[in-house]
T-cell receptor, first 116, second 111 residues
């Protein structure tokens, strides 16, 4: 069964500091991996996705993530935090196979706070 | 118009009442999902569907049912609502190998 673990339910950084949000996945087959962001009172918006091409994936708003198969990780980073990055971030995993194995499983989320 | 539309956006209902949340999409995707979001618990999968003939239970399907009336429509029903079903509900659609697209959510309160 596939699963996602996001380490740290709440991360606080200063404006201009590095953002690192951790995600580890479990999947018995090669996965698709996603990071979504949710701003207050809004739906979910895709930040970036890994679908078996390059292991370093660049997304919107300066975010990037690296797929590391040996560590079963897909951590999200941004070199310099901005106040507008304050939101909740979700990591998700899906089976890369087709057919009926197309569940999309989310982690519990990490709330990012950016301090001035 | 939004690609994924959920109705209603907000609903307050009484314990024991039947309620239906509706979702429609214009993306032409075959896969559709219903999730509920609770603080600290992330998004938990209720049901998912590959097409009108394929319905699958997610991790928290008890107390819920779904209907895939057409490729573009996927509704979620609470047959007898209870207070711990108070949550934010999201519908999502997805094509093979792609990311999911989400509706704006339905905030349901059961009193």
């Amino acid at each position: 069964a596939q699963s996602v673990t996001q380490l740290g339910s709440h991360v606080s950084v200063s404006e201009g500091a590095l953002v690192l949000l951790r995600c580890n996945y479990s999947s018995s087959v090669p996965p698709y991996l996603f990071w979504y962001v949710q701003y207050p009172n809004q739906g979910l918006q895709l930040l970036l996705k890994y679908t078996s091409a390059a292991t370093l994936v660049k997304g919107i708003n300066g975010f990037e993530a690296e797929f590391k198969k040996s560590e079963t990780s897909f951590h999200l980073t941004k070199p310099s935090a901005h106040m507008s990055d304050a939101a909740e971030y979700f990591c998700a995993v899906s089976d890369m196979r087709g057919g009926s194995n197309y569940k999309l499983t989310f982690g519990k989320g990490t709330l990012l706070t950016v301090n001035p | 118009d939004a690609d994924v539309t959920q109705t209603p956006r907000n609903r307050i209902t009484k314990t024991g009442k039947r309620i239906m949340l509706e979702c429609s999409q214009t993306k032409g995707h075959d896969r559709m999902y219903w999730y509920r979001q609770d603080p600290g618990l992330g998004l938990r999968l209720i049901y998912y569907s590959f097409d009108v003939k394929d319905i699958n239970k997610g991790e928290i399907s008890d107390g819920y049912s779904v209907s895939r009336q057409a490729q573009a429509k996927f509704s979620l029903s609470l047959e007898s609502a209870i207070p711990n079903q108070t949550a934010l509900y999201f519908c999502a659609t997805r094509a093979a190998g792609s990311e999911a697209f989400f509706g704006q959510g339905t905030r349901l309160t059961v009193v």
